[in-house]
């Protein structure tokens, strides 16, 4: 039960993460303006989503509630269709908020490398977030927080350094196509990210709830 919770995890992440990857690479060539994410964007990105769905996800303890259900149903599919819709709506948000950025500091008159770093730092924070966001199907964000799973850190730590590298080292701006962002920059990325977690966490706790017969999940009329 839980390697299959675990899966569901997985699955709704790497749905979710996804949708604004996607919107990124599209919403420039849509509105006009220079590329924002190139080859070595999306290979960072991807050294961020293997290792979660392989080794974070993998290593997520049991829900509160996974021996008080009766068994699965063998007919029943991996995602619920409300779960698809869940991970849509992650994706969907976190689209929004950094195509916010993105088109306020264009018309900020920002330097295409300094957009390309808000924006990018922006992603993979929000990225950071997803992992948070689905590591429980209805925990809270504190306890996602505190919940012991050593990959998790061990990820989160290595893509801090990363990040911080690739975002203050001259050689590696180079390399991404990165101009300098400042402490103001800093603080937009930090608040697309913490903007996307919150919310999400407090979209996911008003939308869903666990249903002890048959552990489902269900959406709460409201």
């Not at 509160?64 to 149903?73: E, N, Q, S, T």
């Not at 976190?94 to 264009?106: F, N, P, Q």
């Not at 993979?124 to 809270?140: D, K, Q, T, W, Y």
Request: hydrophobic share 55%; aromatic share 6%; charged share 15%.
């Amino acid at each position: 039960r839980r390697i299959y919770d675990n899966l569901r995890k997985a699955i709704e992440y790497i749905v979710a993460v996804h949708i604004p990857i996607a919107g990124l690479a599209l919403l420039p060539l849509l509105l006009g303006m220079p590329l924002m994410l190139t080859p070595i964007h999306i290979a960072f990105l991807e050294m961020i989503i293997d290792p979660a769905c392989s080794m974070v996800f993998e290593a997520e303890g049991e829900e509160a509630d996974v021996m008080g259900r009766p068994p699965r149903d063998p007919k029943s599919p991996l995602l619920l269709p409300r779960r698809i819709l869940w991970a849509l709506l992650q994706g969907l948000i976190a689209l929004a908020i950094l195509s916010g950025v993105l088109v306020s500091g264009s018309r900020m008159g920002m330097p295409e490398p300094d957009l390309r770093a808000l924006v990018f730092t922006s992603l993979v924070l929000i990225n950071m977030g997803f992992i948070l966001v689905n590591r429980s199907f209805e925990s809270s964000l504190v306890r996602a927080i505190l919940q012991p799973n050593r990959a998790l850190w061990m990820l989160f730590g290595g893509v801090s350094l990363l990040l911080g590298v690739a975002v203050s080292w001259q050689p590696a701006r180079s390399l991404f196509h990165f101009g300098r962002l400042h402490w103001n920059d800093l603080a937009v990325c930090m608040a697309a990210g913490a903007i996307s977690l919150v919310g999400l966490e407090a979209l996911k706790s008003k939308l869903f709830t666990t249903v002890p017969p048959g552990g489902q999940d269900r959406l709460v009329s409201r």
